[in-house]
C-alpha cells in the first residue's frame, strides 16, 4: 500500500509540467503572434503618418505659394489702384485743360468773327470808295519835283506835303491821288518803274503822317504828259515830278 501512493504523486507532477511547459510555449507564440500584429500596425501607422506628413508639408507649401500669390496679387492691384488714381488725376487734368482750349477756341472764334465783320465793313467801305473814285471833285494839285534818276523826297518836297497832309487830316473825306512822271531821257520800261517809285515815296510819306491808305491812289506813268519841254535842262527838272491831286467827294 506504501508503493502505491507514491506512485501516482510522481505521474501527477510529470503530468502537471507537462501542460505546464504547453502552456508557457503556447502563450510565447501567441504574444510572438501579437507582437507581430502589433509590428504590422505600426508601420503601417508608421507609413500612413509619413504619408500624412507628406500631405501637410505639400498642402503647408501650397498654402504658401498661394499666400505668396495673394501677397503679389494684392501688391498689383494696390499698383494698378495707383496707375488707376494718376489716370484718373491725368484724365481730369486733360478734361481741365480741353475745357479751357474749348473756351479760348470760342473766344477765337468769337474773336473772328467780328475780325471778320470788321473786314466785310472795311472790304464794303473799299468797295464804295472805288466806286466812287471817279465821282470825285478835282481840288489843289501840289508838285513834288525829284532830282535826275532819284525818288528820295528831299527836304523841300516833304515840306510841300506837310500842306497836303493837314489838308487831309482835317477834312477825313478828301482822297488823294498821285501820278508819277519822269523826264524823257531813258529806256520807256525804267522810267515807268522809276516814275511808280517816286509815287510810291510820296505814298510811303503820307502813310507815316497817318493818313489811311485807302485814301491814296498812286500810279506811275513815265514820261507821257510832259509839264515842260525836255529839250532843255529846266523843262527835265520840271517833268521829274508828282502830281500829287486832292479829290472831293461829288455831291
Not at 488714381?85 to 467780328?114: C, I, M, V, Y
Not at 481840288?139 to 519835283?145: E, H, M, S, W
Amino acid at each position: 500500500m506504501t508503493h502505491r501512493f507514491l506512485v501516482v504523486p510522481v505521474v501527477v507532477g510529470v503530468t502537471v509540467l507537462t501542460v505546464g511547459c504547453a502552456t508557457k510555449k503556447f502563450v510565447r507564440e501567441e504574444l510572438q503572434k501579437t507582437e507581430t500584429r502589433m509590428e504590422a500596425k505600426v508601420g503601417q501607422l508608421e507609413g500612413d503618418l509619413g504619408q500624412e506628413k507628406i500631405r501637410i508639408t505639400s498642402a503647408a507649401t501650397q498654402a504658401t505659394e498661394a499666400h505668396s500669390m495673394a501677397t503679389d496679387a494684392t501688391r498689383r492691384a494696390d499698383q494698378a489702384a495707383g496707375v488707376a488714381s494718376q489716370a484718373g488725376t491725368k484724365a481730369e487734368e486733360a478734361t481741365t485743360k480741353a475745357g479751357q482750349a474749348l473756351a479760348k477756341a470760342d473766344e477765337a472764334t468769337g474773336l473772328a468773327g467780328q475780325a471778320l465783320a470788321k473786314a466785310d465793313q472795311t472790304d464794303s467801305r473799299l468797295s464804295r470808295l472805288w466806286n466812287s473814285r471817279n465821282k470825285r471833285i478835282p481840288g489843289d494839285t501840289v508838285l513834288v519835283t525829284f532830282a535826275f534818276d532819284k525818288w528820295q523826297l528831299d527836304d523841300r518836297g516833304q515840306t510841300s506835303l506837310l500842306d497836303v497832309v493837314k489838308q487831309l487830316q482835317d477834312n477825313p473825306n478828301l482822297a488823294v491821288e498821285l501820278e508819277g512822271y519822269t523826264d524823257n531821257i531813258g529806256q520807256g520800261p525804267y522810267n515807268i518803274q522809276l516814275s511808280q517809285r517816286r509815287a510810291e515815296a510820296v505814298r510811303r510819306f503820307l502813310v507815316e503822317k497817318g493818313i489811311e491808305l485807302h485814301r491814296i491812289h498812286s500810279i506811275g506813268l513815265g514820261d507821257i504828259r510832259p509839264v515842260a519841254n525836255n529839250s532843255t535842262r529846266q523843262g527835265r527838272d520840271q517833268n521829274r515830278r508828282v502830281a500829287v491831286k486832292l479829290l472831293a467827294p461829288a455831291e
